[in-house]
């Protein structure tokens, strides 16, 4: 059974940092795509970043380049988010998907329709 836990999240002012962990277990972790989204109140579902643990390879969202950053741990199984001079705007539930595909995620795109999910994690910005 696949299971993602996402972790990290907390209260934090503007300008400081983060680190989301997503823990991956049930699965072959060298050989999938995973990625990072979020959910503001009152808002959609909106991608972050994805990485392919095959290859590497990573993608991000246009809006999310600056600021963002992924990397993965394969003798951990987890995927990281670091996220820099956060913003109150970046208060949102943020949690990974997975899927077996690995060409979900490439350094030229992005399939959001993950076909596995973790529960997410809050991160509050205050002003």
């Known amino acids: 059974e696949v299971q993602l836990q996402a972790s990290g999240g907390g209260l934090v002012q503007a300008g400081g940092s983060l680190r989301l962990s997503c823990v991956a277990s049930?699965?072959?972790?060298?050989?999938?795509?995973i990625g990072w989204f979020r959910q503001a109140p009152g808002k959609g579902r909106e991608a972050i970043s994805c990485i392919n643990t095959s290859d590497g390879s990573t993608y991000y969202v246009d809006n999310m380049r600056d600021r963002f950053t992924i990397a993965a741990d394969s003798a951990k199984n987890t995927v990281y988010l670091q996220i820099h001079n956060l913003k109150p705007e970046d208060t949102a539930v943020y949690y990974c998907?997975?899927?077996?595909?690995?060409?979900?995620?490439?350094?030229?795109?992005?399939?959001?329709?993950?076909?596995?999910w973790g529960k997410g994690t809050l991160v509050t910005v205050s002003s």
């Open positions: 998907g997975a899927d077996k595909a690995s060409y979900y995620c490439s350094d030229s795109g992005f399939h959001y329709g993950m076909h596995d």
């Open positions: 049930g699965f072959t972790f060298d050989d999938y795509a």
